[in-house]
């Protein structure tokens, strides 16, 4: 059985040996072809996109028929969620959720979490609720998310 967190943490300390690779590019702005056809194919519609954590590129569709009640995309620690991050120990069990909106999407920081919310690196007040647009960053522990629309 895989130990998400420890394996989370091994990939971090790994991200920080890869900055430092010998023939890398030279120079921070520097980048390499990445040649056709790459980068993950997704389906169309809403969707959070997992741009630092484990599975860097994962998917998670904001999909209306999978939504339960009055609840909306709940992320968090707890296996099971829409958007479980259960290998990151820094998030919580339940953490935020995306509510849909008639005109829109919703970021709101549950007032059960203890560890907090970030909204482009602007921390979200307990319970407070803000306007998702495409292209924003979500941090939930030690993991980003973007929100994509299309």
Known sequence: M???PRLYQVMEEFRKVGTTVVGAPAGRDATIEAGPGA???MEPGPKLVLVHGLIEGKAFPLRRPDLKGERGWVL???????????YDPYVSLENSEVLPEPDGYALVDLRSSRNGTWLNWR?????????LVPGDVIGVGRSLLVFRRE
């Open 76 to 86: 968090g620690r707890k296996p099971g969620l829409h958007v479980s991050l259960d």
């Open 123 to 131: 921390r979200l007040a307990k319970g407070e609720r803000a306007r």
């Open 39 to 41: 980068g993950p194919s």
């Open 2 to 4: 895989v130990n998400g």
